[in-house]
């Protein structure tokens, strides 16, 4: 059974950072691309970043670009999101998320939480 738990979240003020981690189990995950979304209060969920099973390709919304960094190590099952430069907008629960043969599935969330 696919899990993913993410960790690392919590409260900063605007300017710092954070690294936020996934950890999966129940595959081997070196063969999916992993990313994360967020989604914060009164919102819908929207994409954050998102990296290749091999970690050579990255994507990232337009909104973290340049603040936020994703990487992988597949020997530990586990995505990072390094996220810099912080600011209250940022403030949403992450999620970490993988496609495995068309279906998506997704961790429990993180809370990130950014006080100007």
């Known amino acids: 059974q696919v899990q993913l738990v993410e960790s690392g979240g919590g409260l900063v003020q605007a300017g710092g950072s954070l690294r936020l981690s996934c950890a999966a189990s129940g595959r081997t995950f070196s063969n999916y691309a992993m990313g994360w979304f967020r989604q914060a209060p009164g919102k819908e969920r929207e994409f954050v970043a998102t990296i290749s099973w091999s970690g050579e390709n990255t994507y990232y919304a337009d909104s973290v670009k340049g603040r936020f960094t994703i990487a992988r190590d597949n020997a530990k099952n586990t995505v990072y999101l390094q996220m810099n430069d912080l600011k209250p907008e940022d403030t949403a629960v992450y999620y970490c998320?993988?496609?495995?043969?068309?279906?998506?599935?997704w961790g429990q969330g993180t809370q990130v939480t950014v006080s100007s």
């Open positions: 998320y993988t496609d495995i043969w068309g279906t998506r599935y």
